[in-house]
DNA sequence: AAGGCGATTGCCT
DNA sequence: GGCAATCGCCTTT
């Protein structure tokens, strides 16, 4: 039988509070780690817990907040628990969480997760092409959740959800009741960018079977 | 106005 | 490991 914590339909899912977000960005980062996220699929509920994650701060060259506001990346001064979306290579959308005051341009970008409730409905969301099996004995794992654009599509994320927040009934981001212990956590310079690499801003869930990719 | 490049993914060799 | 897909932002004419 599974923890009455882990079912969507508990109301004891409450979205984290505004302050959460308003601590330091990177700590904000690492705590997102074990966090769940829930979003409504048409009438599906959907929850996953996140285990990879990358900080994109105030002044840093790889931060679509760099050179201040822009059409694209206004969600991102809007304030903690905000929730940034942006269409990837013109193909992806890719999901972040806003942290810090208004107008501090500072979010998490969302890398990887587990599935927890709904994985039926979020293996049909990432159907494509000739479509990947995933009944019977085959098991889902990078190719479900493993990686932003993935998680996104899983989830039924677009530009739908850009500029919202993550205090809603149908998008929030729970406590599971769990913690996780600093020695689980690893970190790593970021994935996919050409400025700022040595920046060690990404943190995963060490022992996770559903990173994006190895440590 | 035009061209390069990107916080990615999936297919091909 | 290489590369196309595909759109919007940013820099350069």
């Known amino acids: 039988m599974s923890s009455p914590v882990l079912c969507s339909a508990n109301p004891r899912l409450n979205p984290l509070p505004r302050k959460f977000y308003l601590k330091d ?17 048409k009438t599906t509920p959907l929850l996953v817990e996140i285990v990879e994650v990358e900080a994109y701060l105030d002044r840093d060259a790889a ?6 506001k822009s059409g694209r990346n206004w969600p991102m001064f809007e304030g903690g628990g905000t929730c940034y979306v942006y269409l990837s290579y013109g193909v992806n959308y890719c999901m972040n969480v806003v942290t810090q005051v208004q107008d501090r341009g500072e979010a998490v970008l969302l ?42 599509q899983a ?33 790593s310079p970021r994935i996919g960018i050409s400025k700022a690499t040595k920046k060690r801003y990404r943190f995963f869930m060490k022992n996770s079977p559903w990173l994006s990719r190895r440590a």
């Open 155 to 187: 989830l039924g994320v677009n530009m739908s959800h850009n500029g919202r927040t993550f205090f809603e009934d149908d998008l929030k981001i729970v406590d599971l009741g769990g913690e996780v212990p600093a020695r689980e956590i690893a970190e």
């Open 25 to 41: 960005t990177l700590e904000v980062a690492r705590s997102l780690l074990g966090k769940g996220l829930f979003v409504l699929h």
């Open 111 to 152: 890398r990887a997760a587990a599935p927890l409730d709904g994985i039926h409905t979020m293996a049909r969301n990432r159907e494509f092409y000739g479509g990947i099996d995933f009944t019977g004995d085959s098991k889902p794992t990078r190719a479900l959740l493993g990686g932003p654009g993935k998680l996104t």
């Open 63 to 68: 931060s679509h907040s760099f050179r201040g």
